[in-house]
């Protein structure tokens, strides 16, 4: 990939289909601000037939699920694989943070509490990552931060090259939270406070790509599911951007195979392997 690709930011929101976000009046920020500077896909699905949110979200960060098919805890659902994303990274040297909303910092968040969700945060279910479930490891507390934490980072440059970003759970349009009572304008709104600080910093504008995209789609009624199209937004100095679009078909492990790609780290993670990138979506992608 292009050198000039350096810093990640890969922002997951919550169980909506691209047809409940685009065009959609309770989401002005990604219809009116994002979307026309982005490049983004119309035709991104979450693995086929793969629910509910946690094995989309260890998805994202292995290229399987692992047979999770549940959103239990990481004391139930861990994983002793060291054959997943940051783990490579780390390996080659290539720094990392998972930045979660609501979370003080001072434990390894291994228990969900709050509007935190650990099904949300890939990374604490891996032993290598947590040293098996330990909330005193310090090399999980090191890594996975809180996200008050990013504005000084990026001020700071002390950001990690890759940064994987969860809201709570009322600003990833999981609940319907007051005062809005409307989830996607809920994170729309967060999008519209936060995205913000990551475009304007030295990070982004010195070779930095932001991804959004949404965990899993949602089907008509809460025993329905599907697999989306969700969405899929790029923002770069490298993408095509100015609202170009495609319908080219994406998955989880088209995001995690462009990751691969643009650091260059092999093996190429579970389905990955078979994905199409997103390249197309670059102004330069060799």
């Not at 047979?67 to 780390?90: A, C, I, K």
Request: glycine share 6%.
């Amino acid at each position: 990939m292009q050198k000039q690709l350096q810093t990640v930011f890969l922002i997951v929101m919550e169980n909506h289909n691209w047809s409940d976000i685009k065009n959609n009046s309770s989401a002005p920020y990604i219809n009116q601000t994002l979307l026309p500077m982005a490049s983004y896909a119309e035709q991104y699905y979450n693995p086929p037939g793969i629910h509910p949110s946690e094995p989309n979200y260890i998805w994202l960060e292995a290229g399987t699920n692992f047979g999770v098919t549940t959103d239990d805890e990481p004391t139930v659902n861990h994983q002793h694989t060291t054959q997943h994303l940051v783990t490579l990274l780390d390996q080659a040297g290539i720094s990392w943070k998972s930045y979660q909303e609501d979370i003080d910092g001072t434990v390894c968040p291994v228990k969900s509490s709050g509007l935190y969700a650990a099904k949300h945060n890939p990374m604490v279910f891996f032993d290598d990552v947590t040293d098996t479930n330990d909330p005193t490891s310090s090399y999980c507390i090191a890594h996975v931060r809180p996200f008050s934490e990013l504005a000084a980072d990026l001020q700071n440059n002390t950001e990690a090259r890759y940064n994987f970003i969860t809201p709570n759970l009322c600003n990833d349009m999981h609940n319907s939270c007051s005062p809005l009572n409307d989830s996607v304008l809920q994170g729309d709104t967060w999008l519209s406070q936060n995205v913000p600080t990551i475009l304007n910093s030295q990070a982004y504008q010195n070779g930095g790509i932001v991804f959004i995209t949404w965990d899993e789609g949602e089907g008509k009624s809460e025993s329905e599911t599907s697999d989306g199209p969700i969405g899929l937004i790029l923002l770069s100095p490298g993408a095509k951007g100015h609202g170009y679009s495609n319908t080219l078909h994406y998955t989880h492990s088209s995001t995690l195979r462009t990751i691969q790609e643009i650091f260059g780290v092999t093996p190429l993670l579970g389905d990955a392997a078979n994905a199409t990138n997103l390249s197309d979506l670059f102004q330069v992608f060799s």
